[in-house]
Every structure is written in structure tokens, then in C-alpha cells.
């Protein structure tokens, strides 16, 4: 059981729009700290993707896009392209744990 | 190019110990809060444990509390984790992260390429 809470699965038709929430607590999102975004490819370490909750690192393409508010958090993909087929993950910061937590991941599918 | 270069896993009998290394490049190791996260087959990420830039603070998710140490050596541009008591639900793809923000709200960039640990009889 994930401390952030995100659905299982999403998919998207090439060039359509989807979104990823990531859900969490008073502990955490709701506390102010900051959501972060992962990409993670078929056998491929993850790799940043969003953060801050919606700043882009360099070479990160500006269709992908991140929000924050309350307790909970998304990432949009606009355009969508076969390549963006991947898992992706929120993290943030949780202070009852002292520690960093993810959420459970997201698989995207282009169909 | 900044890189990150783990090694160390393997197959390892459950109760026995491992130590994983990652080797940094390509930036200024000692300025760096430094991450381990782990993914077991199929599963989602887990962060386990950050050690700040000169060492002086290390924390670790409550699972492997009391048997994981993270420590680092600036001279060598390494990190380490040292695992013992190894348990079947340790068995996962480790990675080493460089930190980035501050050290209460850290997001992780970039990643190493992992290494497999087992531990099975």
C-alpha cells in the first residue's frame, strides 16, 4: 500500500490528452511539500520528469505538464506518442516518516 | 556527463550481508545529498534511504531500519549501502540518486542503472 495513491493504469489514443493523479494526505502534499514526476521506460532506470510539482527539466518536452493543489496532484500529457508508453511515478516528502514516499505508478498505454 | 554506476548486487542467502557501491561522476560529489531506492520485480518504486552531503545525517525508511547503512566516501566519489540481515522481501533492483532540492523535499536526478539484488536459499 503506497503512501501517495495513483490508478493502476491510464491510456490515450496518439495525439490525445491524458492525466495521472497522484493522491495524498495532510503529511504530505497537504503539508506543502513539493510533488515530483518519474518516466520510467521498459527495462530503464527512472528518470525525472517533473519537479517542483511543474517545472520541466532541461530536454523534457513541454507536453508533459504538472500541477499541485491540496492534498493531490497530476501530470498531464498532451500529444500523445507511442514513445510515452512507460510507467510513471509521483514522489514527494512525508514529515510522519521522515522520509521521501512514491506513489504506486501508473502504467500509460498508447493504443 | 554526470553518471552513476552502482555494483555490489547479487545472489545472497537470507540472514547474510551485501554491500552495494555507486560510483559518481561528472559533478561535484561532495555538494550532494545522495538516495538509494529500491523496485522489487514488477513492483513500484521505494525510496529507502539519504545520506546528507558531508554525511553528518542519514535516514531510512522504517523497513530496513536497525539492519540497512547508507555511508559515503567524498575521496572516492562512492556511496554505499551496507545490508545485513538480508530478508526475502529485500530481493529488489537497487538504485543510487543524486538529490536535488533540499534535503526535507528532495526530488531524485539522476538515477544509476541498478543493481539486482536476490536473496533466496
Known amino acids: 500500500q503506497s503512501v501517495l495513491t495513483q490508478p493502476p493504469s491510464v491510456s490515450g489514443a496518439p495525439g490525445q490528452r491524458v492525466t495521472i493523479s497522484c493522491t495524498g494526505s495532510?503529511?504530505?502534499?497537504?503539508?506543502?511539500?513539493?510533488v515530483h514526476w518519474y518516466q520510467q521506460l521498459p527495462g530503464t532506470a527512472p528518470k525525472l520528469l517533473i519537479y517542483?510539482?511543474?517545472n520541466r527539466p532541461s530536454g523534457v518536452p513541454d507536453r508533459f505538464s504538472g500541477s499541485k493543489s491540496g492534498t493531490s496532484a497530476s501530470l498531464a500529457i498532451t500529444g500523445l506518442q507511442a514513445e510515452d508508453e512507460a510507467d510513471y511515478y509521483c514522489?514527494?516528502?512525508?514529515?510522519?516518516?521522515?522520509?521521501?514516499?512514491f506513489g504506486g505508478g501508473t502504467k500509460l498505454t498508447v493504443l | 556527463q554526470v553518471q552513476l554506476v552502482e555494483s555490489g548486487g547479487g545472489v545472497v542467502q537470507p540472514g547474510r550481508s551485501l554491500r552495494l557501491s555507486c560510483a559518481a561522476s561528472?559533478?561535484?560529489?561532495?555538494?550532494?545529498?545522495m538516495h538509494w531506492v529500491r523496485q522489487a520485480p514488477g513492483k513500484g518504486l521505494e525510496w529507502v534511504a539519504v545520506?546528507?552531503?558531508?554525511?553528518?545525517?542519514?535516514y531510512y525508511t522504517d523497513s530496513v531500519k536497525g539492519r540497512f547503512t547508507i555511508s559515503r566516501d567524498n575521496s572516492k566519489n562512492t556511496v554505499y549501502l551496507q545490508m545485513n540481515s538480508l530478508r526475502a522481501e529485500d530481493t529488489a533492483v537497487y538504485y543510487c540518486?543524486?538529490?536535488?532540492?533540499?534535503?526535507?523535499?528532495?526530488?531524485?536526478?539522476?538515477w544509476g542503472q541498478g543493481t539486482l539484488v536476490t536473496v533466496s536459499s
Open positions: 514522489q514527494s516528502y512525508d514529515s510522519s516518516l521522515s522520509g521521501s514516499v
Open positions: 540518486a543524486r538529490s536535488g532540492g533540499s534535503y526535507r523535499d528532495p526530488w531524485f536526478d539522476p
Open positions: 561528472g559533478f561535484t560529489f561532495s555538494s550532494y545529498g
Open positions: 517542483g510539482n511543474n
Open positions: 495532510s503529511s504530505n502534499i497537504g503539508a506543502g511539500y513539493d
Open positions: 545520506i546528507w552531503y558531508d554525511g553528518s545525517n542519514k
